[in-house]
Every structure is written in structure tokens, then in C-alpha cells.
């Protein structure tokens, strides 16, 4: 796409069918614009009402284990720093989708979720006393004193690039709440009922965030296929987690984290890389780089995947299934308080799709 800014009004040289049942770009921003908007109404309601807990009085800091592993306070210390960074994760990304309405009040509550994420897990180390007060702020100080930029400098790359790295913070969580539960090998004293609540909090909002990213993702590989194909294959082959050439303690955290099957490559070809391309119906990534090198061999005029190599490279038919129930989620949503009435965001089927 040009621009994620929707167009004001729809010329009508603009309305579908245009030409051969082609979608404009512009008329597909705004189905997408639409759609997350409505998505996002959608996403705040329910955040609201399942996951609207409070960093201090949430959970019983007085009772967290005192006696943690050198491994696991690492681990602590590092999901903190990589939390911390939330001013530029929020700032800069939301420089980027500002004009869109969707994307940049998302941004904005993804913002004090993820804020709530970096006070979390400073309480889990101070309480833990893994780290000193002292310690810990004066390793608050250094580690701020450097900026995060942003990984990509287009929103599409952006958003997939955020799709697979919720799902990475997710895996992250998830696992230190299966140490905190006593279910890994050789860290059985690190059980700990405080932290097994405080992971899986944690991680519940990741998964809602890897949800919604995903779901938006999905919008634009319908109406922006190839496009979309493209910044999966690039994201996946230059990912990184966010603040890993920030922290001078890197590597040791990345250590206790691979040590304790929390995080490390392993983790992230399996629970991160495969489980993503599942999401958007991707075989493997051999199959997403064949199919779009065969389909760039003949694009046609308006860069769309008429070619039949295109249609091999992923699940069509779970894709447009996966668009039509988020519209059925979103028009459930919009109908609870009458904006079926109104406004409501609508599904326009793109006509290049042709599932087999
Ligand atoms: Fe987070
Ligand atoms: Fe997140």
C-alpha cells in the first residue's frame, strides 16, 4: 500500500469493480483502515473487562520467593530491561501510524498494557530481591540512556514484525510460568506460586496483543496478498528480539534464558517462526520463499497474485475464513450497543481471491 491513511471519501472512479472486479489500493486501505478500527473497538472492551488488573495490588508481592536461581533472577532482570524500553516501542511505531485511527489508538493502549508489563516484572526482581533497590536503578539508568529504533521503517513491516514478536514474549512468559510451576527439569525450587501468576498475566495480555496483530496482518494479506507474502519472509529472516543490542547484559541473559529452554533458537523455529506461518496458512518457509519467487517471475499490472503459484504458497481458503470471522466478531460487537445501526464495518469480499 501507498499510505495506511484512508482516503476521505471514495471517488467514484474508485468503487469496486474496477477494473476486471480489481479493488483500488485506496478503497483497500479503507476496508483495512475500517476493519481495524472496528477490530480495535473490539479488542479495548474486552481488554477492559478480562485483563484490567493492577501492577501493585494484584498480586501478593510480600510472598514471592526470596531464593530464586542465578538463572531465573537473570531471566527476571532481562524480561524486565526488554519491558522498559515501552516509551520507544510505543513513541516510535506510533509516529509511524498516526493517521490511522485504528492503528494509533491501538498503539496507544498496546502502550499502557505493555508500560504495565516493565512495572510487573521491576516488582517480580525487587521483590524477589534478586536485585538490590540500588542495583536495580542503576541498572534502570544505563540501560535507558540507549534509544530503540524501529526495525523496519514501513507500518506492514512493522505490524508483522510485531506479530511474531508478541508471539515471541508470549513463548518467553509462558515458559517462566511452566518454571514457576515446577513443570521444568532441574528448576523445580524455582516454583514459586506469586511468579506463576504474575507470568501468566503477563503473558495473557501478550497473547491478546499476538491476537490482534495477527488478526490485522490477516486484513492486509487479503486485500494486499503478495505484499503481505513478502514482509513475512523478510521479517522472519532478519528477527530479532527488541532490545538485544541494548542491554550490555545481553548475552547473559540470553544464556539463562536457552539454558532453561525459555527462549532460544529451538523455541523460536518452532514455537515462533512455524506456529506463525501456520497462523496465515504458510506451509513452511520454503514454501513462502518458492512461492513468491514463482509468482514475481509473472506480476501482473496491478501486482496482484492472479499467478496459480501464488495460491500454492499458502492455506486461500483459510485465510478468507479467517476474515470472515473477524467481521462476524466485529459486527457481534458493534451489535451490543446498536453501532449495527449506525456505522457498522462491513466486509467487502476482494474479487483477485479465487480459493480452490
Ligand atoms: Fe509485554
Ligand atoms: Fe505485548
Known sequence: MNSIYPPREIIEADRPPRPAGVLSRSYRDRLIERGIWGLYRWYTARSQETRNWNVDLGFDWRNIKTTFSPTVKQILQGFFAVEQYVPDYTGKALDLVRRSHGRAHFQIRWGSEEEKHADTWWNAVLFSKSRTPEEL?????LIIKKEWELPWEDPLHILIYTVFQERATQLNYINMAKIAAGQKAGYEDDACP????VATAIATDEAAHYNFFLESARLHMYYYPLETLEAIRDVIQHFAMPAQKLLPDWQAFFE???????YGPREYARDVVAVGLQQFGIESRKALEDGIKRTRLVPDEEGQMTQSAIWETFDPNGIVRDVQRLYTKINGFEAKFGMDLIDPT???PNPVWKPV
Do not use: G, T
Open 137 to 141: 536503578s542503576e541498572y534502570k539508568d
Open 194 to 197: 506469586v511468579l506463576l501468576k
Open 256 to 262: 539463562a534464558a536457552y539454558k532453561a529452554a525459555v
Open 346 to 348: 462491513q466486509f467487502v
